[in-house]
């Protein structure tokens, strides 16, 4: 569809030289005009027609951190997101055993031991029990500890004897053995013997979860994954049926092959676009691996989390990538991590600033308050994921205590001067935008009306500008999209109901009614 003309609809355009307009003309995929419904009905008559009988329409959504094709993939895996106890999710892993032939890999995701009563890890044992002719390896909800059963440990070879390096913790009990709960990067150990998917596995299942996007208010996603998954895209990309925008991070570990093919930030297209290096800093709160200036509150033994990365070498990391027009998109957790992140990005100022590089800190979950006019004194992006809020709250208040109130600190980082561009990290949480605008305006735990902190809330307008012209500027792609402007790419959503008009509970009850990107009707209902 070329030419396209969507008429009497309430249009929020996220554009301040016309905020709002009734209609909007598509050429090519591309923008023409915005206006009056009787000017532009009368200026393009001969264009094809959506009356949108005054519904809502927001310009489509980018979810500035995913592992989206993770996400596709996991549709077929089991999903242990929000289950509250350890024997409902062996029922529900059970049941996964029973249809599966034996010997074949148990693959899940989700689980999170901070739900359940008492609050403590499970074990290999607990899953021995169910799964004795079936190797399970199952993510926990923050995807930085894998539980696994006594058949994945034979498998990978992993004994009471087997060690492992700061990046990462193999968890054994008094007698030395083994628990079954494997940590950051030692769970490689369990990934090289698990197998992984092809790239054409990858494009078949990047292909039908391009619509789960649509579904949940998506054009885009910023990407944070492998070579293959780029591939994926890639390979999409030239069989033309890519139809969803990608900015693409790698793994630090391949800087040197992406500078001996001459990658640099922003090559692409306005399909598929090179962001740049991701960096990893340390772990996550629900396992206490976060890095941290203090120790966490109520853990035994005494720790500040793990350091995957010391200062130096983030230092190196940055200022070689940045010679090479690479950015770098560092994870930061605990407020030590983003202390370093912030620190390697001032040490390497000068050149950041020569080669206009857009630098980011993901997550940014714990920021200590003498670092926060940091973010906007060095043009530091902060990318946030606002959906996670309603299941660390406990946590956050557990683990770091009176430090928590420095927890996703969305309005100090706003007035700051900084950047905010918001995601999921989907599929650690959904990327359903409406539920994620709900915990970032509301920051309450399900089913409770309090907020937590209230005084870091935004205001709905400046979370949709964080979710749209936020993540555009985080991909140097301002000026092609992020609103519904004259000259910029035809990507935006018909709402079920009107945003501006429901109360903020509400707002995770809305669906997308039509979506369109490039012009093109994409998913309508």
């Not at 591939?231 to 001996?260: G, S």
């Amino acid at each position: 569809m070329n030419n396209l003309l969507l008429y009497n609809g309430k249009i929020h355009t996220g554009d301040k030289t016309y905020p709002g307009c009734e209609a909007v003309a598509v050429f090519e995929g591309k923008i023409i005009a915005v206006g009056s419904s009787s000017e532009l009905l009368k200026e393009f008559c001969s264009f094809e027609r959506i009356d949108l009988n005054g519904k809502r329409v927001l310009p489509a959504f980018t979810d500035a951190h995913t592992h989206f094709l993770s996400y596709c993939l996991k549709q077929n895996q089991i999903d242990l997101n929000g289950i509250n106890s350890l024997e409902h999710c062996l029922q529900i892993i059970q049941k996964r055993i029973e249809s599966t032939p034996n010997g074949q890999w148990i693959k899940g995701s989700g689980w999170n031991q901070n739900l359940w009563n008492p609050v403590k890890y499970p074990t290999r044992f607990d899953l021995d029990k169910i799964s004795p002719h079936h190797p399970v390896c199952l993510e926990a909800r923050d995807a930085h500890t894998s539980w696994v059963n006594s058949a994945a440990l034979k498998s990978a070879g992993i004994t009471s004897s087997t060690t492992f390096d700061s990046t990462g913790e193999i968890l054994k009990d008094i007698h030395g053995n083994p628990t079954g709960i494997i940590k950051e990067e030692a769970r490689r150990l369990i990934w090289d013997v698990m197998g992984e998917e092809s790239v054409e596995e990858r494009v078949v299942a990047l292909k039908s979860g391009m619509k789960l996007a649509y579904q949940n208010g998506l054009s885009g996603v910023h990407c944070m994954e492998t070579i293959k998954d780029f591939e994926a895209y890639q390979t999409l990309r030239a069989r033309n049926e890519l139809k969803l925008r990608v900015n693409f991070y790698l793994p630090i570990r391949y800087l040197d092959h992406v500078i001996d093919i001459g990658m640099k930030s922003r090559f692409g297209d306005e399909w598929i676009r090179f962001g740049g290096m991701k960096i990893f800093l340390d772990g996550t709160l629900g396992s206490q691996t976060a890095h941290m200036i203090d120790r966490f509150d109520h853990v035994i033994p005494k720790t500040c989390g793990t350091e995957i990365v010391d200062q130096d070498k983030v230092n190196e990391l940055v200022l070689n990538a940045a010679r090479h027009d690479i950015a770098c998109a560092i994870h930061a957790i605990g407020d030590m991590a983003n202390r370093k992140a912030l620190n390697a990005f001032e040490n390497q100022k000068k050149i950041l600033l020569e080669k206009k590089l857009r630098q980011r800190i993901e997550h940014c979950q714990l920021i200590h308050p003498d670092d926060l006019a940091r973010f906007g004194k060095l043009d530091v992006i902060a990318s946030m994921q606002p959906v996670h809020i309603p299941e660390d709250i406990d946590a956050a208040n557990k683990y770091w205590g009176a430090r928590a109130r420095w927890a996703y600190p969305f309005r100090s980082l706003l007035s700051s001067g900084a950047v905010i561009a918001l995601g999921s990290d989907t599929p650690i949480e959904s990327c359903n935008v409406f539920k994620g605008i709900h915990a970032a305006l509301r920051r309450v735990k399900q089913n409770e009306k309090e907020s937590w902190f209230p005084e870091q809330i935004l205001n709905l307008h400046e979370i949709i500008y964080a979710y749209t012209m936020g993540a555009a500027f985080a991909s140097a792609e301002e000026n092609i999209k992020g609103s519904i402007s004259q000259g910029k790419v035809a990507d935006m959503m018909v709402l079920s109901d009107d945003i501006f008009a429901c109360t903020p509970d509400d707002i995770p009850t809305i669906s997308v009614e039509k979506m369109i990107v490039g012009g093109e009707i994409v998913f309508e209902v």
